[in-house]
């Protein structure tokens, strides 16, 4: 486990060093990691530190107002409308890698316009062990990692968390008394709603894994699950009151791990597991089935892209 006090002061003069008199933004999800970098940042160059939030028409529900109240200690703070200009780039794109690809190409050209406008020439980002190590190994690209393009403007990348696991990251974030909800919250994946969507990234798809990823994390949350979601996975026949249809298959994922390296999946309650299939039928008209996933990592990766 990390030392937690060194580091902190180990990785606040390291990014003191790395940016010099210079300034940087931040980007910014909302999840432990990128906040942890955020506050390290912070503590480093204070107001010569931009936070961009991008919104990508990707994310959790309700993730664009949690930033603005979690992150209003930060009157730099600028949240970025994006969500056209992403789903315009994966329209089309079916491949996992290609799907990853497009966004980490995406975040970067938004970081370069706001950095641009912020005289910035620094970007700090959130990647943790585990992402390289992925990335590396090529089991997935992250879009911060391998999802990166070859040519980006900036004179660095500072990453202050990269060889921690999540588990260590989190124990810095108490350490940083950044708050329960952000100190304990799951994992969501940079790429976001995109990889919990087989095959194109429509608008439909995006929406309803929305709806059904809510929905898992606030019925599995008794459950303390590492990490619990729903990913739109195919189409089936189902009926909806008298009328035969062809609807969404979800899946549901809801898993125990240390530091997501391996995992495995929780024998969640049959009752459970009920509630979660009655509401997000329930609460999409285009769903036609519920099913759990039963495997661990490995052979499974957590995500499904």
């Known amino acids: 486990m990390v030392d937690v006090e060194p580091f902190i002061e180990e990785a606040v003069a390291e990014i003191e060093s790395a940016i010099g008199d210079g300034n940087a933004i931040i980007a910014l999800s ?22 961009v939030y991008v919104d990508t028409g990707l994310m959790r529900k309700g ?26 780039a994966l329209a089309g794109v079916t491949d996992p890698e290609g799907k990853r ?8 050209r938004e970081f ?36 990166l393009p070859e040519v980006v403007d900036f004179e660095g990348i500072v990453e202050p968390v990269r060889d921690l696991y999540k588990d260590e990251v989190r124990e810095v974030a108490r350490e940083l008394e950044l708050g329960a909800v952000t100190e304990e919250r799951m994992p969501f994946p940079g790429p976001g709603l995109a990889i919990r969507v087989i095959g194109e990234a429509t608008r439909e798809k995006v929406a309803v894994a929305r709806k059904a990823c809510h929905v898992v994390e606030e019925e599995t949350a008794e459950h303390d699950p590492w990490q619990a979601f729903a990913a739109v996975v195919g189409k089936a ?16 994922r809801s898993v125990e791990s240390r530091d997501g390296m391996t995992a495995r999946a929780q024998e969640l309650p049959w009752e459970t597991l009920q509630r979660i ?26 995500e499904y892209e």
């Open 112 to 147: 370069e316009r706001e950095a641009k406008s912020a005289d910035a020439d620094y970007l700090v980002q959130g990647t943790i062990y585990p992402d390289r190590i992925e990335s590396e190994g090529n089991i997935k690209s992250h879009h911060n990692v391998g999802g």
């Open 30 to 51: 909302g999840g432990v990691d990128s906040s942890v970098a955020a506050a390290l940042a912070y503590r480093a160059i204070g107001d010569r530190l931009t936070p």
């Open 277 to 302: 299939q009655s509401r997000i039928t329930g609460e999409n008209d285009n769903v036609a089935r519920v099913v759990y996933d039963v495997t661990h990592k490995p052979p499974a990766t957590i």
């Open 63 to 88: 993730e664009t107002e949690g930033i603005r109240e979690t992150f209003s200690y930060m009157d730099s703070l600028r949240i970025v409308g994006a969500q056209d200009r992403f789903l315009d």
């Open 237 to 252: 026949t189902g009926v909806k009151g008298d009328n035969r249809v062809h609807g969404w298959i979800v899946s549901v």
């Open 101 to 108: 690809h497009a966004i980490g190409e995406q975040f970067i």
